[in-house]
């Protein structure tokens, strides 16, 4: 909240690329760059998450020599790293990593997993003491599932959301998770009839988020509510018909108010536009 920072890259070459981390004070003050611990095999893409106190969590993808897998620990506010954790399984790969962080530095992280000749959403929860939640299987099996995204709210709820085949077209679904990581209904946001992809997850202090998508049977950007407890909103459609809209992205304040900008043609240029809500 006081405008403090976590950056995060990846450092290195081959099999020695570590991932490495700094803090950045409101006044722009850099702290000690920090090593973060690996466990022999390269080290890449991190993902980072900040509680408002300066609590953070860092996660990636890290090569044991069997499989990537999703490697995770915290950050406290003067930089200091916490417990490495292994999220993910071994002897198969994860990607798409996502993270978010509750207002006390408990975190959700989020990623892709192939296995049984599908891919598959999974999640896990790690506590701002390091703890690892249970490993969660959120997709559903018998078809493939994509881009998952997660966010979390300050009371420690989120939603994880992804697209996933019905067998004739790729539909978002979103699933909410308690403050203690356990998974409700999982919920098909998009309508039937055509692709819909990309989501992106915006959640409010008490767990009401709103989820946003591009549609490409009208090349529109459109979205959906849901509540804490699994409630859906109306579908609405964001951008303008007429010309291709896409790259949705969304971000909320914790009350509830949510902007969704996206990029659009206007016939001559890529163009950025933006709506409000609710």
Known sequence: EDGAALIAWEYGTGSQRRIQAVTRSAGAVLGVTATLPGTGGAAVIPEVAMAPGGEAVVAWLGDDGTASRVRALTVSPAGVPGLLQTLSTAPVDAENVGVGIDADGDAV??????????????????????ALGQPLTLSGGGQDAFRPDVAVAADGSSVVAWQRSDGSDFR???????P????????????RGSDASDPDVAIDAGGDSVIAWDRSSDDRVHARTMTAAGGLGTREALSDSGRPAGQAQVAGDEDGAAVAVWARNDGSHEIVQAATGP
Not at 109 to 130: D, P
Not at 180 to 191: E, M, N, Q, W, Y
């Open 109 to 130: 992280v989020s990623w892709l997993r192939f296995t049984n000749q599908q891919f598959r959403v999974h999640a896990r929860t790690l506590s701002a003491g390091s």
């Open 172 to 178: 978002v679904q979103a699933v909410a998770l308690s």
């Open 180 to 191: 203690a990581g356990a998974p409700g209904t999982v919920k098909t946001l998009s309508a």
